[in-house]
Antibody
């Protein structure tokens, strides 16, 4: 049974960097049938996907265009975890942040995604001075 | 980005009712449409993937269907624990966008 345990500070000052980690148990971060995602949720934006990392014999990362310049997702195979950094935060980055595993299948070098079947518990992050 | 539009935004029903929530994609997404349930203070839970495949452990009263760019989630015989918020998500093209959610509450 896959479990994702999130950790990180719950308050960040404006212009600083938000950093969260997601420790994985019951699976490995380098499983090529899983992509590891970060999603956030706020009343104004609903569920917003922040990016994913996926081991495809190399580490593939993908981000929404709107956040690509501010978001970094890293994987750590020695600790079996992923991390999220959001740079230059503003109060609009206040949200509940989730990590999630997404099922992936590879057919002839094409990758197909089948939903996020395991989620972290969520971390409420407030951007405030 | 592909938009997924859910309707209705809220729905009141009684235990034992049958309800249907719909999601329309702004372009063709094959059957790469997933449904989630979220309860207050919890992470979303995957119910249906690939439009109609039931996730392991999900009760069979939940079902999904597809017709072109229109998708439906049906809950047959609502149980008290089914009152929650439901989201669809397309996973055909990145970014894998979510719908805005449907609040299902008790009439």
């Amino acid at each position: 049974q896959v479990q994702l345990q999130q950790s990180g500070p719950r308050q960040v000052r404006p212009s600083q960097t938000l950093s969260l980690t997601c420790a994985i148990s019951g699976d490995t971060v380098s499983n090529n049938n899983a992509a590891w995602n970060w999603i956030r949720q706020s009343p104004s934006r609903g569920l917003e996907w922040l990016g994913r990392t996926h081991f495809r014999s190399w580490w593939y990362t993908d981000f929404p265009v709107s956040l690509k310049s501010r978001v970094i997702i890293n994987s750590d195979t020695s600790k079996n975890q992923i991390s999220l950094q959001v740079n230059s935060v503003t109060p609009e980055d206040t949200a509940v942040y989730f990590c999630a595993r997404e099922v992936v299948r590879n057919v002839s070098t094409h990758y197909f995604y089948y939903g996020m079947d395991a989620w972290g518990q969520g971390t409420t992050v407030t951007v405030s001075s | 980005d592909i938009q997924v539009t859910q309707s209705p935004s809220s729905l009141s029903a009684s235990a034992g009712d049958r309800v249907t929530i719909t999601c329309r994609a702004s372009q063709r997404i094959s059957t790469y449409l997933n449904w989630y349930q979220q309860k207050q203070g919890k992470a979303p839970r995957l119910l249906i993937y690939s439009a109609s495949s039931l996730q392991s452990g999900v009760p069979s009263r939940f079902s999904g269907s597809a017709s072109g760019t229109d998708f439906s989630l049906t809950i047959r015989s609502l149980q008290p624990e089914d009152f929650a918020v439901y989201y669809c998500q397309q996973s055909y093209v990145s970014p894998h966008t979510f719908g805005q959610g449907t609040i299902l509450d008790i009439k």
